[in-house]
């Protein structure tokens, strides 16, 4: 694997990833420095990896012997001391994947970098400290995930059908392949991201009585705010929501969402940088006026609602009726095609023609008596599925029949000759002809109906 796409998805998606996480520590104001680091170290390790061209080198090796030995160091004397488990256990797994990218040559190390870079991205999400602030470099680290996962996949398909071609092919297209496979996955991940319910561990915990301390998530009472439950420590979830979430003490009774009033006390937090936080006021500023200018949109919305309802209350029983209608119809119109569908009127008419033709002896005297038969045949085949084609002749009619049988397509056979004979001959049939066509038909309806 040498496509320089991927590489570069990879190293985004784990700056990202400790991006995330080092943004949990932002108001110690080391924030700049720890993404610097992190982006020089995974941008030479993957430089290494992606030089050695698919096939690991000896250098290689060598470099990773020695990030191996600076991140032990890093362990024992900046990341236990400064930050503690599980903390420091994150950034030693950041160091080894360093490491690992000295020899990135294959697929799977690929797959193993975006593996540990979800790792990372799981613990900084589930965090207390976490809030809707860390969108800012989640959304992007999908993004780079995907993009990643689209590059390795599509120069992996070229690369085969550039071996396999007789001609040399380059890297025409695939940029353009790339960016909308990615979008496509992208759009179709956010439709049904925003199609299905989202239950995050928060708000179960908040519903069945475990204390929270990421701000308001789930119904509470109206006199009780997130973190106020009974027992001990009430205060310390109540204060804690308020200080480390970005939420406020006073969220929107159910909202996952910030006011705009909340969105500037989140922008001004310690450690924030200038782009992030001009974006959270921009963002505020934005939600604020189309606020106002949905305002009499959702006025109007609300009185044609409640005129609606008083409309609806004022004709209960007409409204019910109507409905009670619509759906008879509906079920009406269901029946009638499941009927069609069925043949339940074939069904019906072959019932009618062997209490009329055969217990009866109800047909017409002569000719007409034959042809009464001979449909009524026909109508046997039909409600078997075996119509007969409107151009189709006797014989092409009596060439199917032998789907159900020697016997069957030989009475048939006979019932048709005797009705093609009395249909052309010179003389009409007697009483004794048209009973043996009865007989037969009997014999057909006994097999088939």
């Known amino acids: 694997m040498n496509y320089l796409p991927a590489y570069l998805g990879l190293f985004a998606a784990l700056v990202l990833a400790l991006v995330c996480n080092t943004f949990l520590d932002i108001e110690y104001g080391s924030f700049g420095f720890e993404v610097s680091f992190w982006s020089i170290v995974f941008g030479w390790t993957l430089l290494l990896g992606w030089r050695q061209r698919g096939e690991p080198e000896g250098s290689g090796k060598q470099k990773q012997t020695i990030v191996l030995l600076i991140a032990f160091v890093l362990t024992l004397f900046v990341f236990i001391p400064r930050w503690g488990f599980p ?3 994150i950034y030693m797994l950041a160091m080894l994947q360093a490491a690992q990218n000295c020899v990135l040559t294959t697929r799977r190390q690929l797959h193993l ?37 689209v590059s390795e996949q599509i120069s992996r398909h070229a690369l085969s059908i550039r071996e396999s071609s007789l001609g040399h092919t380059g890297h025409a297209g695939q940029g353009v392949a790339i960016a909308a496979a990615t979008s496509i996955i992208l759009a179709l991940g956010a439709v049904f991201y925003l199609a299905t319910p989202q239950v995050t561990w928060p708000s179960l915990a908040w ?99 409640n005129q609606l309802k008083a409309w609806l209350e004022e004709h209960r029983s007409a409204v019910i ?5 619509l759906i008879l119809l509906v079920l009406l119109g269901g029946a009638v095609f499941l009927f069609r569908e069925a043949r339940a009127g074939t069904w019906l008419r072959i019932r009618f023609d062997y209490w009329h033709l055969v217990r009866l002896r109800r047909y017409s005297p ?37 789907l159900f049988g020697e016997d069957v397509r030989q009475q048939a056979a006979d019932l048709a000759t005797l009705f093609e004979r009395y249909r052309y001959g010179p003389m009409p049939p007697d009483q004794s002809s048209l009973e043996r066509m009865r007989l037969l038909y009997r014999r057909l309806f006994d097999r088939l109906a």
Do not use: C
């Not at 990372?120 to 976490?130: Q, T």
């Not at 406020?248 to 909202?255: D, L």
């Not at 009726?321 to 209608?325: D, T, V």
């Open 366 to 402: 002569g000719r007409a008596g034959a042809s009464q038969l001979y449909r009524a045949m026909e109508r046997l085949f039909l409600v078997r599925n075996m119509p007969r084609p409107a151009t189709a002749n006797v014989r092409e009619f009596l060439r199917e029949t032998t």
């Open 87 to 89: 903390r420091a256990g």
């Open 321 to 325: 009726a109507s409905l009670l209608a």
């Open 113 to 149: 970098g975006l593996l540990v870079s979800a790792v990372m991205v799981i613990f900084a999400a589930a965090h207390f400290r976490a809030d809707w602030t860390m969108l800012f470099y989640l959304i992007p680290y999908v993004i780079a995930v995907v993009f990643t996962l």
């Open 207 to 305: 519903r069945y009585g475990q204390l929270t301390n990421i701000g308001f998530v789930g119904d509470a009472g109206k006199d009780e705010r997130p973190g106020q439950a009974s027992g001990t420590g009430t205060g310390q979830g109540a204060s804690g929501a308020a200080g480390n979430s970005g939420f406020g003490e006073h969220a929107p009774h159910g909202s996952g969402w910030p006011s705009p009033a909340q969105m500037r006390e989140a922008a001004k937090r310690p450690g924030m940088p200038e782009w992030q936080s001009g974006a959270i006021m921009q963002m505020a500023d934005l939600d604020e006026a189309i606020s106002e200018a949905l305002a009499p949109i959702g006025q109007a919305l609300e009185d044609f609602r």
